[in-house]
């Protein structure tokens, strides 16, 4: 076997990001995956990255967005608001292991695509569904991107957002990074039931939600549970707490600006173990022993000066000059990296994170690798992200229809 | 059953927070979970939250953190730097089936805990590892944290940073929300090469990493492979398309401060749809009209007059009025929550992120549940984060160790 999932068939009634990498992860280990876009408009995020003025890009930039979330992939076009489009669903599942959507509760039951009609035929199947908000609740047929549901509801970005500054902005920025990584929790429940499967014999329901996610994923939200707010002594002890700036933290656990205007990462937490080596790093040996620093409640008291210190100090050489500084080290820091800095990292080029791949289309290039390896059964990449359209008909041919029906299917628009 | 994995046996030698995630979440569905600490030591992330001065916080505040990372598993004390220890972790191996480590793979060689060495006991067993920075490369072996692996040196934190501001610090603000995610892959991959054993009867390695799962999440790291940093016109326009401001987006993608000094986030991509209905939610019928705004290229065109008056109308009504307004539209919006709004959401709480638990010692709590909702097969929580130390005997006893041998390890600190 390669994959672990060689005999596993899946179909996706999914838009856009998180959903569609689920099945992305599952095809990289070998499923067989239908991605079923709608006939005239297709998944919009084929060209979902535009230009400032709306315009495209060119197809080597969204090339590579539309390809980290769908190869492996093959992709049919059908109409699901059509009876006869329902019907070609309706065989497809009844043959496949994995029903995944991303469609919201009230569309579900207007196309019978819900749990409930669907396991009729199949009981074997295992149906899940990735949400904004969650498939009960005042809002569970609201719209939900991964800015609003996973970012902005959950607690994440106000968490992120800094004294005199607007909060900092996921949707634009980091471009469906909740999405992706919410998408990993979906393939997790999807692995689970499949697992569970081969005891029970039976499918069952997997259920995600970006907002979940997003709460599951913080410390500071976990904690307000219960009397925690109380305990810290009321609402705006908490909240301040939870927006500590730099300097109101410890000095070894912040970032600093560069000589060159980049910055440098520390994470020297328990400090105790580093000190003094921190010290000879920064070539400053004498503050090893400076008993405004030297113990853990010394530099609690004189944070400030601490502080302003390291502050003068990492302004006095560039980024290039503090990385060769600290590597022979055992501290704990990092270079904020650019993400292109972090695609030439060697050390991510030594893990496997990124294998080349030969498209025919753009030719020699490099993708991102799934990052769970496998030693026995490991995930690969071999076929791009589909054309639109591009196995609607060798689908249908494998499920029975002829070309006669094909051409009647594509006059009415059931399929394009 | 109950749980997907009431036949699995888990070891951890694990501290803080990625890995004993991804044994927690399998955990909540039904496997037997030995967290391993260092006798005199224990697992440090029991009391890693401290107060600013460094003093600890009550116990409420620090037991719903250490909760949320080692509830339903086992403690069991053990120095694994002993030939004794080493002699008891391969007695428990060898009839378990999964191994999660974060120790480093120095350490593992050194301890005789590398796959190579174990699998040889067992060739059923899935080994499952997770480190900062991979299992290769020059930085193998150095040590990494939530906020360095998967934020810093990712590109993750980077795109966060806004002018004028230096860059969040997920650290000290989302605390391990890298880690907690990481640890949600982390346990996919076990997930999955336990599926494959059923097939294969071999067990297999798992690898994650902090890095590679930061690079994954961020598609303008993906992006930035190939040739799309020249298309774009060099690095210079791609890192100030990574890094644009607020006004320099869409402004219809973007956050709003209210009358009340909180934000609200609007996330209307793309915006054709619901142009209309958002001018009459801000009470601003007539903008729907207006010839500046009323088409894509007319707002692209008329970007900054739109963005200076978005900002003057949101700070007309506070984040409650606002969210009235908004509430009964289809428009894809959300306020800007702190964690303890997010925890009281009535969304949140609808689709049962937060479960009651009778605490033994702190009484009736909520936590927050298993983010991946299985119907069948639920997770579920069974028992509190343990004790230090609290079932090393029990353990003992269950691998053939009579009291007197327990005696013994106590008194030569193989056990606490």
Same mark, same amino acid.
Request: charged content about 25%; glycine content about 6%; hydrophobic content about 40%.
């Given at each position: 076997?390669?994959?672990?999932?060689?005999?596993?068939?899946?179909?996706?009634?999914?838009?856009?990001?998180?959903?569609?990498?689920?099945?992305?992860?599952?095809?990289?280990?070998?499923?067989?995956?239908?991605?079923?876009?709608?006939?005239?408009?297709?998944?919009?995020?084929?060209?979902?990255?535009?230009?400032?003025?709306?315009?495209?890009?060119?197809?080597?930039?969204?090339?590579?967005?539309?390809?980290?979330?769908?190869?492996?992939?093959?992709?049919?076009?059908?109409?699901?608001?059509?009876?006869?489009?329902?019907?070609?669903?309706?065989?497809?599942?009844?043959?496949?292991?994995?029903?995944?959507?991303?469609?919201?509760?009230?569309?579900?039951?207007?196309?019978?695509?819900?749990?409930?009609?669907?396991?009729?035929?199949?009981?074997?199947?295992?149906?899940?569904?990735?949400?904004?908000?969650?498939?009960?609740?005042?809002?569970?047929?609201?719209?939900?991107?991964?800015?609003?549901?996973?970012?902005?509801?959950?607690?994440?970005?106000?968490?992120?957002?800094?004294?005199?500054?607007?909060?900092?902005?996921?949707?634009?920025?980091? @471009?469906? $990074?909740?999405?992706? /990584?919410?998408? !990993?929790?979906?393939? =997790? &429940?999807?692995?689970? +039931?499949?697992?569970?499967?081969?005891?029970?014999?039976?499918?069952?329901?997997?259920?995600?939600?970006?907002?979940?996610?997003?709460?599951?994923?913080? @410390?500071? $939200?976990?904690?307000? /549970?219960?009397? !925690?707010?109380?305990? =810290? &002594?009321?609402?705006? +002890?908490?909240?301040?707490?939870?927006?500590?700036?730099?300097?109101?933290?410890?000095?070894?656990?912040?970032?600093?600006?560069?000589?060159?205007?980049?910055?440098?990462?520390?994470?020297?937490?328990?400090?105790?173990?580093?000190?003094?080596?921190?010290?000879? +790093?920064?070539?400053?040996?004498?503050?090893?022993?400076?008993?405004?620093?030297?113990?853990?409640?010394?530099?609690?008291?004189?944070?400030?000066?601490?502080?302003?210190?390291?502050?003068?100090?990492?302004?006095?050489?560039?980024?290039?000059?503090?990385?060769? +500084?600290?590597?022979?080290?055992?501290?704990?820091?990092?270079?904020?990296?650019?993400?292109?800095?972090?695609?030439?990292?060697?050390?991510?080029?030594?893990?496997?994170?990124?294998?080349?791949?030969?498209?025919?289309?753009?030719?020699?290039?490099?993708?991102?690798?799934?990052?769970?390896?496998?030693?026995?059964?490991?995930?690969?990449?071999?076929?791009?992200?589909?054309?639109?359209?591009?196995?609607?008909?060798?689908?249908?041919?494998?499920?029975?229809?002829?070309?006669?029906?094909?051409?009647?299917?594509?006059?009415?628009?059931?399929?394009?």
């Amino acid at each position: 076997m390669d994959g672990a999932l060689n005999d596993i068939k899946i179909v996706e009634v999914t838009t856009m990001a998180a959903a569609p990498m689920a099945a992305r992860l599952l095809a990289d280990w070998g499923a067989d995956v239908v991605h079923i876009e709608h006939p005239q408009t297709g998944d919009p995020w084929r060209t979902w990255i535009k230009k400032p003025d709306g315009s495209l890009y060119p197809p080597e930039v969204s090339y590579h967005y539309w390809e980290h979330y769908n190869r492996n992939k093959r992709s049919m076009s059908l109409d699901i608001s059509q009876e006869q489009g329902r019907e070609i669903i309706y065989r497809l599942l009844k043959n496949a292991d994995v029903f995944i959507t991303n469609r919201r509760p009230a569309e579900l039951r207007r196309f019978r695509l819900d749990y409930a009609s669907i396991k009729k035929t199949n009981k074997r199947l295992v149906y899940a569904s990735l949400t904004g908000f969650g498939k009960k609740g005042p809002d569970k047929d609201a719209p939900g991107h991964d800015t609003v549901g996973f970012w902005a509801r959950s607690g994440f970005m106000y968490l992120l957002q800094q004294a005199g500054s607007a909060p900092p902005s996921p949707g634009y920025r980091t @471009v469906a $990074a909740g999405d992706t /990584l919410t998408g !990993v929790a979906l393939a =997790l &429940g999807i692995t689970m +039931a499949l697992l569970a499967r081969q005891k029970t014999g039976l499918g069952q329901e997997v259920d995600v939600s970006l907002l979940n996610m997003g709460i599951f994923a913080n @410390v500071p $939200a976990v904690m307000s /549970l219960g009397p !925690v707010i109380q305990v =810290l &002594g009321g609402k705006k +002890a908490y909240t301040d707490m939870l927006r500590r700036e730099r300097h109101d933290v410890s000095p070894l656990f912040i970032s600093y600006e560069t000589k060159d205007k980049r910055w440098l990462q520390l994470s020297l937490a328990p400090p105790e173990p580093y000190w003094a080596e921190f010290c000879r +790093a920064i070539g400053r040996e004498e503050m090893a022993a400076d008993s405004r620093f030297s113990s853990a409640e010394a530099r609690t008291e004189n944070k400030e000066a601490l502080f302003r210190t390291l502050e003068d100090v990492f302004r006095t050489r560039t980024l290039a000059q503090w990385k060769a +500084a600290f590597k022979k080290t055992s501290l704990i820091w990092s270079p904020i990296q650019r993400p292109d800095e972090a695609v030439r990292d060697p050390q991510a080029r030594a893990n496997g994170i990124f294998v080349p791949f030969q498209h025919p289309g753009l030719g020699r290039m490099r993708v991102v690798a799934n990052p769970v390896r496998l030693s026995r059964t490991p995930a690969s990449v071999r076929t791009p992200a589909p054309e639109f359209n591009q196995h609607t008909e060798e689908i249908l041919l494998e499920l029975g229809y002829d070309w006669e029906s094909i051409a009647r299917l594509k006059r009415e628009k059931v399929i394009a």
